[in-house]
């Protein structure tokens, strides 16, 4: 077996701003709170996907040290944007000093990476060098090129397997380069953003899944996003097509058959987060938890999943 290969795992993407808090306002969760979330997911899960190298993630890492949590952690660096790119539906056109900065900015958060994963070995299973920075829709472009070279960066620094988390489509597109430099490959699968039914949820992430799995396949494959709103506004999600029951279906059909398959499956997510996305309070990016903002569980949540060992 490829040593750094993934064992199978009950996973689930963890960030824990709450009302009135989020990463930009550098309001963030106290320890308190973060420990107060994890004791929540404490025993349904064994492994948590954090998306940033910041001042959250560290708390996090901090409480699973202090309080003996027996959760590993897939942690991220979060990279913005190195070029504009016209594509991106809401804008993402920079100016040429805002791109330098940015490229400095994300040196520094590949550093930053870089310190977390080799000051909490025994916690930090895995590194992600980015997320969603390079389908055709992102507002934080980044060339592969430049994503090659934080790739090559973290593989000499780092112990942990290196990946990049990315939506499907640019895997069998355009990232074969990056692959070629990458431990495993991470993929995000929405069937729900691609107005499927629930009925066709499980079937069309599967196919995302084993398409990406044809073209590498020599690579283990991680879906490290997955899941079903609750609820929208209208916008990209049509709101019959969200509610309680239809997360519940996808959640539980997606969990089995990722145990089946022994897949590595980081659910998306654990708690809803009302800073993201518009002011509408229905924007759909809100509403991705299987515990609401004030930590009551969903529908999906109502029968607990087997205790992780």
Not at 68 to 94: Q, R
């Amino acid at each position: 077996m490829n040593k750094n290969k993934l064992p199978y795992a009950r996973a689930i993407c963890y960030s824990g701003y709450r009302d009135g808090q989020d990463p930009g306002s550098g309001i963030i969760p106290s320890y308190r709170q973060v420990k107060e979330d994890l004791l929540i997911l404490q025993g349904q899960w064994q492994s948590l996907r954090l998306y940033a190298s910041d001042a959250h993630s560290k708390s996090v890492l901090e409480v699973i040290r202090r309080e003996k949590m027996s959760f590993d952690v897939m942690l991220g660096a979060y990279i913005t944007a190195e070029v504009s790119n016209p594509e991106c539906p809401w804008g993402a056109h920079y100016d040429d000093a805002e791109l330098k900065e940015n490229k400095q900015k994300n040196e520094r958060e590949i550093r930053q990476l870089i310190f977390l994963a080799t000051n909490y070995p025994n916690i930090v299973s895995s590194v992600s060098l980015g997320n969603e920075a390079s389908v055709s829709w992102t507002d934080h472009l980044v060339p592969t090129d430049s994503l090659i070279g934080y790739a090559k960066t973290l593989k000499s620094a780092v112990k942990q397997p290196v990946t990049f988390c990315e939506n499907y489509v640019p895997w069998l597109e355009k990232l074969h380069g990056l692959a070629d430099e990458l431990d495993f490959i991470s993929i995000h699968t929405y069937p729900v953003w691609e107005y499927k039914d629930i009925n066709e949820g499980l079937a069309y992430t599967i196919e995302n899944y084993n398409a990406v799995a044809a073209a590498y396949p020599d690579k283990q494959i991680v879906i490290t996003e997955a899941g079903w709103a609750t609820q929208s506004n209208g916008r990209g999600i049509e709101p019959s097509n969200v509610s309680e029951s239809f997360q519940k279906q996808y959640f539980q059909q997606l969990m089995d058959w990722a145990e089946q398959e022994q897949v590595l499956v980081y659910y998306f997510e654990a708690f809803d987060e009302s800073w993201k996305g518009s002011d509408d309070p229905l924007e759909p990016e809100k509403h991705w938890g299987l515990y609401k903002t004030n930590r009551r569980p969903k529908q999906a949540m109502y029968r607990p999943l087997r205790r992780a060992v």
